[in-house]
Nanobody, 117 residues
Framework: QVQLVESGGGLVQPGGSLRLSCAAS????????MGWHRQAPGKERELVAS???????NYADSAKGRFTISRDNAKNTVYLQMNSLKPEDTAVYYC???????????WGQGTQVTVSS
């Protein structure tokens, strides 16, 4: 079993920045994907960005050019740097880990990001 511990959410003004962190509770190897999803009130959970152990990245169109995902494999940690935040980025952000083989999937508890003036 793997626990994912998130940090870094909060309240920020439009145009501001936040950095989210997610640490896995144990070594997870390299054949995996870590990333971030978000869920706004009344909407479905959606992918924001993900990154494989080998460094391949995938971004939602809404995140391209503003958000950057990175990993520290030695620390089993993934980061999401969010710049130029907009009110529509307001959501609960969930860390996600998928481990292969078997596509075992784990979720963090979620961290609230609120973009408001």
């Amino acid at each position: 079993q793997v626990q994912l511990v998130e940090s870094g959410g909060g309240l920020v003004q439009p145009g501001g920045s936040l950095r989210l962190s997610c640490a896995a509770s144990r070594s997870i190897g390299m054949i995996n994907s870590m990333g971030w999803h978000r869920q706004a009130p009344g909407k479905e959970r959606e992918l924001v960005a993900s990154m494989s152990g080998g460094g391949f990245t995938n971004y939602a169109d809404s995140a391209k050019g503003r958000f950057t995902i990175s990993r520290d494999n030695a620390k089993n940690t993934v980061y999401l740097q969010m710049n130029s935040l907009k009110p529509e980025d307001t959501a609960v952000y969930y860390c996600n880990l998928v481990i292969w083989p078997g596509a075992r999937t784990y979720w963090g508890q979620g961290t609230q990001v609120t973009v408001s003036s």
